[in-house]
């Protein structure tokens, strides 16, 4: 391969070719920190460092890189595949290198608790609990253990494993994370813990791991020096992106990966961290460079090559607000007379309508809908968008809403694959069992019992006697089931099941065609897979998304608007971007603003929407918007201000849009909000 900086690092500049270059002409690198704003370079400079690795001769299959979702780390491994290719040139026959290693800490995670299972007290056949299983597993011992009843206000179940999860996440002691975030539920301190062993004495007795497992166990394998040994020579290179986002137990995992910091890199943003309600740790890129001896070199860079110079600057405005930060002085010699947009409309119906309009209007000038997006704080803030879309038949996807997989039919498919798997998973075994008519909760915990009981689950299956009424359909299920633990063959497996399951989807469901559909689509996701162990985990960790089929128009295009939630936004950049309800109650979020940090949080999400925009960036301010299934109250409409991170200085330098407002219902235009009976009114008078 060639040496030095060949052409195709010459679209670099020169800080981001420092951190390309950081310890290659000395042969072994110190740690590594690049810490700069949006837009400014950080993940095309981390791709091209492993393009540089790979040609200075590092090997793909033992370079470790950890990006925040599956989708981003297939990302990377292709810009890193086409850098090379340039890198190598046209003379090379060989295919571009693949990275086995890219993907989530969580997804990483698996495959290396699965490959030392024995080595610390797991199953090897584990199966993985999605949030939904994990929680229902937490109410169950909630509720075998009679809590709420000993203790006013316990939390509800989501509650519970919400506050196991920070413990786990923060490394912290429970009383601790109480008093810090959960202070109403100290009185219940020692109920929780109780509840809190049950639970995982539960998950260690089923063979079941939760999210949080995946990383608690991975710092427990390198916590063991022999392990950690092995671990820290099976990976030359570690790299990480978007690592403001990463909590205590994560830098825990890198630490003990590269104690010395040597070969390993972590870029990110401060102002960027957006995932602290889930104990992600801002201080991780902040205390990066001093943790190590010598300390971690440090490159920070300043020029946004994504967004126009009049975008950049409302972006700056918004987060130059902001308390305790790292501060960045990003500049963009993108020049532009177009100033972005400060909507305010009606309701949210009209601003649906003005959106539908707008992204129609740019596909004509030329920006294809897969270069538009829609951002908005929550799931729901899109619906009344997704009726209009749908209505005028604009294709669209969503990212970041419900989960395909959260389906009742997709669920039951893959508890059976589960049950396969491992047998002593309850929660799978109770689901499957369930769909057979005249198999009652009673018969399953019976059924769930004995397979616990026995050392071999297989045969206690076989054995168990169906109430009369199921004896029929259960011996196909048992044989199904023993068929797919003998012998896997994958995709097979799921067609068989998916087999098995249809005259149960068509007695359970009046849709099943629609449903069906889906079960071929996972059928064919599941091409893409080389087993099914694989499969299961993948799908658990970072489900796809709804096909068109579930949350859009069904069609056959391949040109689409991409909805999708903030969180689910990080990292990318579209020519056009519109971020929805930008008003105090949706941005910062009602559910955000008990401490300053949560406020914080929220603002630097606003900015984090933003920074998304490299063309055109509107933000919508509908004066009216609708809260879904609240607690207590019901619906409601309620009266709304623009967000409070806009205040009046930086609202002026946002080109002011006032439509005519009800002009496209026909009704006479007025920009007096009307008040209906019974509206929760609020806001608007301060
Ligand atoms: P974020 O903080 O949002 O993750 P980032 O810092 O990772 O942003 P990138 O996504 O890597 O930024 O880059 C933003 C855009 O700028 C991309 O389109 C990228 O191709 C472009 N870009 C980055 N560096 C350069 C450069 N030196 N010359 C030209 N374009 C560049
Ligand atoms: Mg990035």
Redesign the pocket.
């Known amino acids: 391969p060639a040496r030095g900086t060949t052409p195709p690092f010459a ?3 020169d800080r ?1 070719r420092e951190a390309v270059e950081h310890g290659l002409a000395t042969g072994g690198a110190g740690p590594l920190l690049v810490i ?12 091209s460092r492993v393009a540089r690795l790979v040609q200075a001769g590092a090997d793909p299959n033992r370079i470790l890189l950890l990006t925040f979702s599956r989708r981003a780390a297939g990302e990377m491994a292709q810009r890193v595949g086409r850098v090379l290719h340039r890198v190598l040139g046209q003379a090379t026959t060989q295919a571009p290198p693949t990275f086995p290693w890219a993907g989530t800490f969580h997804g990483v995670g698996a495959r290396l608790l699965r490959d030392y299972a024995d080595r610390i007290g797991l199953a090897p056949n584990f199966t993985i609990l999605d949030r939904a299983d994990a929680e229902d597993l937490m109410g169950m011992q909630r509720q075998a253990l009679g809590l709420a009843d000993k203790v006013e206000r316990f939390p509800l179940k989501g509650s519970c494993l919400a506050i196991y999860s920070r413990v786990v996440n923060s490394q912290q002691r429970l009383d601790q994370v109480l008093q810090q975030s959960y202070p109403w539920c100290f009185g219940a301190l020692l109920e929780l813990k109780q509840l809190f062993k049950a639970y995982a004495e539960a998950k260690h007795q089923q063979h079941v791991l939760d999210y949080d497992d995946l990383l608690l166990f991975w710092s427990h394998m390198a916590a063991d020096a022999a392990i950690a040994a092995d671990l820290g020579q099976r990976f030359d290179h570690v790299l990480v ?2 690592y403001q986002d990463t909590n205590k137990l994560q830098a825990a995992i890198l630490r003990a990966l590269k104690p010395t910091g040597r070969n390993l890199t972590v ?1 990110g ?1 401060d102002a ?1 961290a957006i995932y602290s309600f889930r104990a992600a740790e801002v201080r991780n890129i902040l205390d990066f460079p001093a943790q190590f001896d010598p300390p971690a070199r440090i490159v920070t ?1 300043e ?4 967004s126009t110079q009049p975008i950049l600057a409302v972006s700056n405005a918004v987060i130059a607000l902001a308390k305790d930060r790292h501060a960045k002085d990003l500049w963009s010699d993108k020049a532009s007379s177009e100033r972005p947009r400060l909507v305010a409309l009606k309701d949210e119906a009209a601003q649906a309508n003005w959106v539908a309009d707008d992204v129609l209007r740019k596909r004509e000038e030329g920006i294809k809908l897969t270069r538009q997006a829609v951002l908005f704080r929550t799931a729901s803030h899109s619906a009344p968008l997704e009726l209009e879309l749908t209505r005028r038949n604009i294709p669209f996807k969503k990212f970041g809403g419900l989960k395909f997989l959260e389906s009742t039919h997709v669920k039951d498919v893959l508890s059976v694959l589960r049950w396969a798997q491992n047998p002593r998973g309850r929660l799978a075994g109770f689901r499957v069992s369930q769909l057979l008519p005249g198999f009652g909760p009673a018969s399953a915990r019976r059924l769930l019992d004995a397979i616990e009981a026995q050392p071999d689950p297989l045969a206690a299956l076989k054995a168990f006697k169906a109430p009369p009424a199921a004896a029929g359909e259960w011996s196909t299920l048992c044989a199904l089931l023993m068929d797919l633990a003998a012998n896997s063959e994958w995709p097979s497996d799921l067609e068989r099941v998916v087999e098995w399951y249809q005259p149960h989807l068509e007695r359970l469901h009046d849709d099943a065609p629609v449903r069906l559909a889906d079960l071929d689509q996972i059928c064919r996701i599941a091409q893409g897979y080389g087993n099914r162990e694989r499969f299961l985990t993948e799908l658990t960790l970072d489900p796809p998304n709804a096909s068109s089929d579930e949350s859009g128009v069904p069609s056959l295009d391949d040109d689409y608007l991409i909805l999708s939630t903030i969180h689910s936004a ?4 579209w020519q056009s971007v519109h971020v929805l309800n930008v008003v105090d109650g949706c941005i910062p979020s009602d559910m955000s603003t008990g401490t300053s940090e949560q406020i914080e949080e929220e603002r630097r999400l606003l900015y ?1 929407a933003m ?2 925009a ?1 063309q055109h960036l509107a933000l919508l301010t509908p004066q009216r918007y609708y809260i879904r299934q609240q607690h207590r109250t019901g619906d409601a409409h309620v009266y709304a201000t623009p967000s409070r991170f806009i205040p009046g200085r930086v609202a002026r330098m946002f080109e002011q849009v006032v439509p005519a407002m009800a002009a496209s219902h026909g009704l006479p235009a007025s920009t007096e909000p009307q008040i209906d009976v019974g509206a929760k009114v609020r806001g608007m008078w301060d």
Do not use: I, M
């Open positions: 679209d670099l500049n981001q700069a704003g949006a837009g400014s370079g950080k993940t095309k400079t981390l791709a992106d978007e870029v943003d960027q860079l020029q946004n090559y994504r990080k990292g990318q950049e984090v920074t998304r490299k």
